[in-house]
């Protein structure tokens, strides 16, 4: 697990494009039924969840 603490805003704005992406990407592909690891949606929608977390909690520290 990636630590989202030490990263800075930008870097997790950017973070979470590439993972909603990834996300997107893996639903295109189970549609198709190409893929075999059905936990990596599962991962990438937690990580996304942690990351908007993350982002959310430094919002409401900074106000």
């Given at each position: 697990?990636?630590?989202?603490?030490?990263?800075?805003?930008?870097?997790?704005?950017?973070?979470?494009?590439?993972?909603?992406?990834?996300?997107?990407?893996?639903?295109?592909?189970?549609?198709?039924?190409?893929?075999?690891?059905?936990?990596?949606?599962?991962?990438?929608?937690?990580?996304v969840?942690?990351?908007?977390?993350?982002?959310?909690?430094?919002?409401?520290?900074?106000?």
């Amino acid at each position: 697990m990636t630590d989202f603490k030490k990263k800075s805003v930008k870097d997790l704005e950017k973070l979470i494009i590439d993972k909603r992406e990834e996300l997107r990407e893996f639903r295109f592909k189970s549609a198709g039924s190409r893929t075999r690891n059905v936990r990596e949606g599962r991962n990438v929608r937690r990580e996304v969840a942690q990351i908007l977390t993350e982002l959310n909690a430094r919002t409401k520290v900074a106000k």
